[in-house]
């Protein structure tokens, strides 16, 4: 079945140390979001590609990046995890502006 | 900003119970407005993508109305069972681009 992956499903890191979160997708959506949801929140959008396309909501610490190797991939970088980063973060594509999401499963981040 | 508000945060009804719960939007600059059902340790799955005033949608035993001139919509799941336990979210779009603003989520739990 065509989906949404994300590796891995938890993630343990110390506290400063750089962490990846990766997602890929089999759907060939051309749109990639990164969500951040802490306990009982809303899911926050973190940022998005459009293609190649890169976009930052205004308020995502630099604290964190992002790349988009090709069109299956989509990786999120922490540069240097805080306490506060601790959350689930979700992977979702869409095949298009406006289009509802597919995501996956998330990977629930503990910081140490 | 958009603010999104659901209502209730928790919501614990037992087996057979019928239940419903509120998503509540800016009315201006209407676009949609997305359903997501979220059970622990699986993808949210999308429910609904509702686009019309006075729309109604059925899935099963989960239905969804959209008042856009208010700025509310409605779930009702008809006599919950144990599977419906999960976080109800709902999202409508930032613009006509596309990405998804969600609430807080509304978490059912369903007693057998």
Not at chain 1, 13 to 32: I, R
Request: hydrophobic share 30%; glycine share 8%.
């Amino acid at each position: 079945d065509a989906m949404v992956i994300q590796n891995p499903r938890y993630q343990v890191t110390q506290f400063g140390k750089p962490v990846t979160l990766s997602c890929s997708q089999t759907l060939n959506h051309n749109v990639m979001y990164w969500y951040q949801q802490k306990s009982s929140q809303a899911p926050k959008l973190l940022f998005h590609y459009y293609d190649k396309d890169f976009n930052n909501e205004a308020d995502t610490p630099d604290n964190f990046q992002s790349r988009r190797p090709n069109t299956s991939f989509c990786f999120l970088d922490i540069r240097s995890p805080g306490l506060g980063d601790a959350a689930m973060y979700l992977c979702a594509t869409s095949s298009g502006r406006g289009r509802g999401y597919t995501f996956g499963s998330g990977t629930r981040l503990t910081v140490v | 900003i958009l603010n999104v508000e659901q209502s209730p945060q928790s919501l614990h009804v037992q087996e057979g119970d019928s239940t419903n719960f509120t998503c509540s939007f800016p009315s201006s600059n209407f676009y949609a407005l997305h359903w997501y059902r979220w059970e622990t340790a699986k993808s949210p799955e999308a429910l609904f993508v509702m686009t019309l005033n006075g729309d109604e949608k059925k899935k099963g035993r989960i239905s969804a109305t959209l008042n856009t001139k208010e700025g509310y919509s409605y779930l009702y799941i008809k006599g919950s069972q144990p599977e419906d336990s999960a976080t109800y979210l709902c999202a409508p779009p930032f613009d006509q681009g596309g990405k998804l603003i969600f609430g807080q989520g509304t978490e059912l739990s369903v007693k057998p």
